[in-house]
């Protein structure tokens, strides 16, 4: 879960050391795509010819895992800030920040949060082009209002997909996080592993291949680095505690110089 962050910023970061404010090249192009709530079972499982794909092009873990307690405030926060929840503080879900927080951060931004990788890379590469697109609108509480150009909840997935696709076409961010809320949503009302449930990661997995399809389009599949993974599992219709089913998830990255077709080492 924290080289998750480490990984992004080795793509966008190029050597640059913290503090300093320098535009050494070109910035890649990194599409994060946040699947909530999708399980290893489910990947594996459900209809999921796009992963695959992706899978067969880059390097990928079925045996990542996320940290506790496993729900989706403290996760996401560690992923986009390579920090754990006794350090960025975050421990429980809310719809407001400060209802998340149970700790202080070990070390604050100007808005009193752990910085995330969003607001690292603004600092580091000014003229960065940031957007942010998340289904589930609690993801906004966790990142920098001043960092992104753009952060946007649509509502639903499909939605989200179609706002997000047609926004990156257009503009071509160097970094874009799109969090997709259908199978978490569906898990909840149904249960992980039930027929829905198989079915809400079917239809996540066409939405990744949205993304393919737009970017072999334009000629950009192959020099965009695009990473794929979940914040949680389930069991039954929660997820909270420490059964593997909870806290494993999938982690597919692809792109430039990414061995393709390579099981990664657990992260």
């Known amino acids: 879960?924290?080289?998750?962050?480490?990984?992004?910023?080795?793509?966008?970061?190029?050597?640059?050391?913290?503090?300093?404010?320098?535009?050494?090249?070109?910035?890649?192009?990194?599409?994060?795509?946040?699947?909530?709530?999708?399980?290893?079972?489910?990947?594996?499982?459900?209809?999921?010819?796009?992963?695959?794909?992706?899978?067969?092009?880059?390097a990928w873990t079925l045996e990542a895992r996320g940290v506790m307690?496993?729900?989706?405030?403290?996760?996401?926060?560690?992923?986009?800030?390579?920090?754990?929840?006794?350090?960025?503080?975050?421990?429980?879900?809310?719809?407001?920040?400060?209802?998340?927080?149970?700790?202080?951060?070990?070390?604050?931004?100007?808005?009193?949060?752990?910085?995330?990788?969003?607001?690292?890379?603004?600092?580091?590469?000014?003229?960065?082009?940031?957007?942010?697109f998340h289904d589930w609108p609690g993801?906004?509480?966790?990142?920098?209002?001043?960092?992104?150009?753009?952060?946007?909840?649509?509502?639903?997935?499909?939605?989200?997909?179609?706002?997000?696709?047609?926004?990156?076409k257009e503009n071509r961010p160097e970094l874009m996080f799109v969090h997709l809320d259908n199978v978490d949503h569906t898990g909840h009302e149904y249960a992980w592993g039930s027929r829905e449930y198989y079915k809400a990661v079917a239809d996540a997995d066409g939405y990744v291949g949205e993304f393919l399809d737009m970017l072999t389009s334009i000629g950009a599949l192959d020099s965009t680095y695009i990473l794929v993974t979940s914040d949680h599992g389930g069991k039954g219709r929660?997820?909270?505690?420490s059964s593997l089913q909870e806290i494993q998830i999938p982690w597919i990255l692809t792109g430039p110089g990414v061995v393709q077709g390579k099981v990664a080492a657990s992260v």
């Open 139 to 168: 993801f906004a509480d966790l990142v920098e209002k001043h960092a992104p150009n753009v952060m946007e909840h649509e509502r639903g997935a499909d939605r989200t997909t179609r706002v997000a696709v047609d926004y990156w």
């Open 69 to 132: 307690p496993t729900l989706s405030s403290p996760n996401w926060a560690s992923m986009i800030t390579g920090a754990g929840p006794e350090q960025h503080g975050i421990t429980s879900n809310g719809v407001l920040l400060q209802k998340m927080i149970t700790l202080p951060a070990v070390c604050r931004d100007d808005e009193g949060m752990f910085p995330t990788m969003f607001e690292v890379l603004r600092m580091q590469q000014p003229a960065s082009h940031i957007a942010i």
């Open 238 to 241: 929660e997820h909270g505690k």
């Open 1 to 58: 879960m924290r080289t998750f962050v480490t990984v992004v910023m080795s793509l966008c970061w190029f050597g640059v050391a913290y503090g300093q404010k320098a535009e050494v090249r070109p910035l890649p192009h990194v599409i994060i795509i946040g699947v909530d709530g999708m399980s290893v079972d489910a990947v594996n499982t459900a209809k999921t010819p796009r992963l695959h794909e992706l899978m067969a092009r880059g």
